[in-house]
Nanobody, 124 residues
């Protein structure tokens, strides 16, 4: 079991940057691959980024490639999402999620553990 708590969301202007954090507690954080997802009003939850247990491998949705960076610090039991050059389309509730199954998973159904979400609003 792992508990996840996101933070770092807020209001940011288009073109700006912010960093989301996901603090994990529970059993052996380094054994978990992590993912970031987001959900805009009226939309399905969608994949944003994923990172392997070691942090050496990562993948991103096409919509955020080149702008967002996922990273993790296993010593701090924390995963991050650095968001650069944000767009109004990035406005959503952002969730971190974890799984012991694999890394690189892109479906929400493949992640059994979720945080409560943090709101990111990008103004034009």
């Amino acid at each position: 079991q792992v508990q996840l708590v996101e933070s770092g969301g807020g209001l940011v202007q288009a073109g700006g940057s912010l960093r989301l954090s996901c603090a994990a507690s529970g059993r052996t954080f380094s054994d978990y691959a992590m993912g970031w997802f987001r959900q805009a009003p009226g939309m399905e939850r969608e994949f944003v980024a994923t990172i392997s247990w070691s942090g050496r491998s990562s993948d991103y949705a096409d919509s955020v490639k080149g702008r967002f960076t996922i990273s993790r610090d296993n010593a701090k039991n924390t995963v991050y999402l650095r968001m650069n050059s944000v767009k109004p389309e990035d406005t959503a509730v952002y969730y971190c999620a974890s799984t012991t199954t694999s890394w690189g998973l892109k479906s929400p159904d493949e992640y059994p553990y979720w945080g409560q979400g943090t709101q990111v609003t990008v103004s034009s």
